[in-house]
């Protein structure tokens, strides 16, 4: 018994199962090419889901910069509430970026 990946969800499944446990997708019955098919299809789409989620994250981590510049304020020493909301969205999507990256490597490694 082998462990493949269902073509639907991706989740892990046996490959004598007839049904996905996960996501109740019948395996029973359909051609291996198909089956193929369909896992290599799902994977782009999850790619290309993640890719347009880092650039977004991206996005944001840029307006973070920008917002930390627009609103800082020389004259004064603690930076106004602006900077600091700059600085977080900034982090995040830095952070978010990041996240993404690494689950778009995760998903080529698979299968
Ligand atoms: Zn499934």
């Not at 269902?6 to 046996?14: D, Y």
């Not at 029973?28 to 090419?33: R, S």
């Given at each position: 018994m082998a462990i493949v990946s269902?073509?639907?969800?991706?989740?892990?499944?046996?490959d004598k199962a007839a049904v996905c446990e996960h996501c109740g997708f019948v395996l029973?019955?359909?051609?291996?090419?198909q089956l193929a098919r369909l896992r290599?299809?799902?994977?782009?789409d999850k790619i290309n889901k993640l890719t347009s989620q880092s650039m977004l994250a991206m996005l944001l981590f840029m307006l973070g910069i920008?917002?930390?510049?627009?609103?800082?304020?020389?004259?004064?020493?603690d930076p106004g509430w602006q900077v600091q909301v700059s600085m977080l969205v900034m982090v995040v999507g830095f952070i978010w970026y990041l996240i993404n990256r690494a689950r778009i490597i995760l998903v080529k490694k698979r299968l």
């Open positions: 269902c073509p639907q969800c991706s989740q892990k499944i046996s029973e019955g359909q051609d291996q090419a290599s299809r799902t994977k782009a920008a917002g930390t510049f627009y609103f800082r304020d020389e004259s004064s020493p």
